[in-house]
């Protein structure tokens, strides 16, 4: 009885044993799934097989081989290649290093394609960098400077001064003092020219100066010419006065010296004189109250002239221009002393007028003949 019992156990063991590893490699083999319905195929394939031998005369070896399944046409030897006969088959193995090595090598191909993509990109920004290098380069030197700029501002400022000025540039002097800066740039030279002779009576009313305002209404030794609408206002005797105050202040201005108080005196006056004034503005014609203001304007611009010293330039300048002068004598006179031209005065706006004409022109022969002529 013990030698039957062995047998019985160790049989059920090995089935155990069988089962385990038959349930293990299903576990783990991904082609378990058709294993039982490939096993029973080749079965019934050899059956099968085994019937077709008694009626076929043809030769199996003629017969189509299935690698996937074995033998020929379906039939015969079992393929030992074939992932889903076996679960641990040579196939399945061989399958899934094929696998690991195919992803492991698109996983390079990747990589590579990254890489190469990658310089494509860091070529591209270089190329754009060049290209932004390449447009600033350009704009700067197309681009003019402040220098150019401006050079090309003052020659279209000095073709219109010499061309076509505004009243208002001439009368206040902005004109002739352009024109005289741009004379500057020529001290030494002279161009072949017939002088251009402007007489004392337009020269005497010229106002010139070192700073901003001219002694202008008051370079007269101090004798002015009262408008009308001041006439009604000022008593003669009070004109009297006031005009002996200032032919007194100004022959001591002329010579370096300067009252403080009968300037401080006369300016009182001349302030009651603008307040009576614009009480007045409904009592007095238009043209002469416009005239009273320009005289009051006039006359303060002379009092502040007085007041910085401007009295001795003037009067040295009025005798300059006795008998008359050329337009050059008078800019090499105006050029070596630093003078500018002050706002013209009340009866001194046609006496510009004609010198502006004359240093326009004498600007212009001396441009084209150094070739600076400004461009339209």
Same mark, same amino acid.
């Given at each position: 009885?013990?030698?039957?019992?062995?047998?019985?156990?160790?049989?059920?063991?090995?089935?155990?044993?069988?089962? $385990?590893?038959?349930? &293990?490699? @299903?576990?783990? /083999? !991904? +082609?378990?799934?058709? =294993?039982?319905?490939?096993?029973?195929? #080749?079965?019934?394939?050899?059956?099968?097989?085994?019937?077709?031998?008694?009626?076929? $005369?043809?030769?199996? &070896?003629? @017969?189509?081989? /299935? !690698? +996937?399944?074995?033998? =020929?046409?379906?039939?015969?030897?079992? #393929?030992?290649?074939?992932?889903?006969?076996?679960?641990?088959?040579?196939?399945?193995?061989?399958?899934g290093e094929a696998d690991v090595m195919r992803s492991l090598g698109k996983v390079v191909n990747d990589q590579e394609e990254a890489r190469l993509k990658r310089e494509l990109a860091n070529q591209?920004?270089?190329?754009?960098?060049?290209?932004?290098?390449?447009?600033?380069?350009?704009?700067?030197?197309?681009?003019?400077?402040?220098?150019?700029?401006?050079?090309?501002?003052?020659?279209?400022?000095?073709?219109?001064?010499?061309?076509?000025?505004?009243?208002?540039?001439?009368?206040?002097?902005?004109a002739l003092n352009y024109l005289l800066d741009d004379l500057r740039k020529f001290p030494s030279k002279k161009i072949s020219l017939e002088p251009l002779m402007l007489n004392e009576g337009v020269?005497?009313?010229?106002?010139?100066?070192?700073?901003?305002?001219?002694?202008?209404?008051?370079?007269?030794?101090?004798?002015?010419?009262?408008?009308?609408?001041?006439?009604?206002?000022?008593?003669?005797?009070?004109?009297?006065?006031?005009?002996?105050?200032?032919?007194?202040?100004?022959?001591?201005?002329?010579?370096?010296?300067?009252?403080?108080?009968?300037?401080?005196?006369?300016?009182?006056?001349?302030?009651?004189?603008?307040?009576?004034?614009?009480?007045?503005?409904?009592?007095?014609?238009?043209?002469?109250?416009?005239?009273?203001?320009?005289?009051?304007?006039?006359?303060?611009?002379?009092?502040?002239?007085?007041?910085?010293?401007?009295?001795?330039?003037?009067?040295?300048?009025?005798?300059?221009?006795?008998?008359?002068?050329?337009?050059?004598?008078?800019?090499?006179?105006?050029?070596?002393?630093?003078?500018?031209?002050?706002?013209?005065?009340?009866?001194?706006?046609?006496?510009?007028?004609?010198?502006?004409?004359?240093?326009?022109?004498?600007?212009?022969?001396?441009?084209?003949?150094?070739?600076?002529?400004?461009?339209?």
């Amino acid at each position: 009885m013990t030698t039957p019992r062995l047998l019985l156990v160790g049989c059920l063991v090995g089935i155990s044993a069988l089962a $385990s590893e038959g349930f &293990a490699h @299903a576990q783990y /083999n !991904p +082609y378990g799934p058709y =294993y039982q319905a490939q096993l029973q195929q #080749n079965v019934l394939n050899t059956q099968l097989a085994a019937q077709s031998q008694q009626y076929s $005369s043809a030769p199996l &070896a003629a @017969a189509t081989v /299935n !690698p +996937y399944i074995g033998g =020929y046409g379906g039939y015969g030897y079992a #393929n030992p290649y074939n992932p889903f006969m076996y679960y641990n088959s040579p196939g399945a193995t061989l399958m899934g290093e094929a696998d690991v090595m195919r992803s492991l090598g698109k996983v390079v191909n990747d990589q590579e394609e990254a890489r190469l993509k990658r310089e494509l990109a860091n070529q591209a920004k270089l190329d754009t960098i060049k290209k932004e290098f390449d447009l600033r380069m350009y704009i700067k030197a197309n681009t003019p400077t402040y220098t150019q700029e401006q050079e090309r501002i003052a020659k279209t400022t000095l073709r219109r001064i010499q061309t076509n000025s505004l009243p208002g540039e001439v009368s206040n002097g902005k004109a002739l003092n352009y024109l005289l800066d741009d004379l500057r740039k020529f001290p030494s030279k002279k161009i072949s020219l017939e002088p251009l002779m402007l007489n004392e009576g337009v020269l005497t009313h010229l106002n010139v100066t070192k700073n901003t305002f001219g002694v202008g209404l008051l370079r007269d030794d101090g004798r002015v010419t009262w408008p009308v609408a001041l006439r009604e206002i000022l008593t003669d005797k009070q004109r009297r006065a006031l005009s002996l105050q200032l032919e007194d202040l100004v022959k001591d201005a002329n010579k370096g010296r300067l009252d403080a108080n009968v300037l401080r005196d006369v300016r009182a006056e001349m302030d009651r004189v603008r307040d009576e004034l614009v009480k007045k503005v409904n009592e007095t014609p238009y043209a002469q109250y416009f005239d009273a203001k320009r005289f009051l304007q006039d006359f303060n611009e002379a009092t502040v002239a007085l007041e910085r010293g401007e009295a001795p330039v003037q009067a040295k300048f009025q005798r300059f221009v006795e008998g008359g002068k050329s337009v050059q004598e008078v800019i090499d006179y105006m050029v070596n002393n630093g003078l500018r031209f002050a706002p013209a005065s009340f009866n001194d706006e046609a006496a510009y007028r004609a010198v502006h004409s004359m240093l326009a022109s004498y600007n212009i022969a001396m441009n084209s003949s150094l070739g600076t002529e400004p461009k339209e």
